[in-house]
């Protein structure tokens, strides 16, 4: 391992802003149950399948409709 390193022509990293956070979430057993599935057929992860939908969602600024009846 060098002492010192040079720096000077380094550039930023291009996927920075598509970093992820990690936070904690409640979600309901049956849905967790329906994305594992999913993720078994697709062979993508689960936490991967819920991240893409969520992602696509905000993308097209999907509005919830729902009501409490």
């Known amino acids: 391992m ?9 550039r930023k990293n291009p996927y920075a802003k598509k970093l992820k956070k ?10 967790i149950d329906y994305f594992k599935s999913q993720s078994d057929s697709s062979g993508i992860p689960y936490q991967t399948l819920i991240n893409l939908y969520l992602a696509e969602c905000a993308i097209n600024k999907k509005q919830l409709h729902f009501s409490w009846a």
């Open 22 to 31: 990690q936070i904690t979430i409640n979600i309901d057993s049956d849905t």
């Open 2 to 10: 060098k002492a010192e390193y040079d720096f000077s022509n380094a």
